[in-house]
């Protein structure tokens, strides 16, 4: 099922690519914070996204952090890959908000082993701010829910094994 939903993303991805009038690649920092993580953190990650008009957009992105889980040996890295679909507009010159939604995939490293990699979705907001013809700068926040298999019980992510969090992304995108 998992494989399935990852090649049904890359097929929609790869079929708005072909329509697209723009597209975006870059990199981000991000901090995790909110929901069910103990202590805030600092990631990074890029994306790649394509403009199917002047409003609506899809956006591929992938983020990696890692939080220190409170009371445990154990550290919680994870890396998620997310596909968003993203309805926007101008809101002054070389100022566009949009607001988004989508799906994830969600690694979680070898060192949680106990912890199985999980699907999960996500609800976004940001802001992007054109510096010049080829360049922008944005900051997003991104609320995700993962259900996860957690048949260990090393770490507690919340009363119904459901790992919500928020992240903030903030970096630079190369516009083509």
Do not use: C, P
């Not at 890692?66 to 009371?71: A, D, I, K, P, Q």
């Not at 988004?100 to 060192?111: C, H, K, L, S, T």
């Not at 996860?148 to 970096?171: M, P, T, W």
């Amino acid at each position: 099922m998992k494989k399935l939903v990852l090649i049904m993303a890359i097929l929609t991805l790869a079929a708005t690519y072909s329509i697209a009038e723009g597209f975006k690649i870059g990199a981000h920092g991000a901090y995790a914070a909110e929901g069910d993580i103990d202590d805030e953190t600092i990631g990074y990650g890029g994306q790649i996204a394509a403009e199917v008009n002047s409003v609506l957009s899809l956006e591929l992105s992938g983020t990696t952090w890692t939080e220190e889980r409170e009371g445990k040996d154990l550290d919680l890295e994870v890396s998620t890959i997310a596909l968003t679909v993203r309805i926007g507009g101008d809101i002054a010159e070389n100022v566009h908000t949009y607001v988004g939604a989508g799906g994830n995939y969600n690694f979680f490293d070898e060192i949680a082993e106990e912890v199985d990699d999980s699907l999960g979705f996500h609800a976004a907001a940001g802001l992007e701010l054109l510096l010049a013809t080829h360049l922008e700068l944005f900051a997003e926040f991104r609320y995700s829910f993962i259900d996860v298999d957690n048949d260990e019980g090393n770490f507690h992510f919340g009363d119904d094994d459901r790992f919500e969090f928020g992240l903030l992304r903030a970096g630079i995108n190369l516009v083509l």
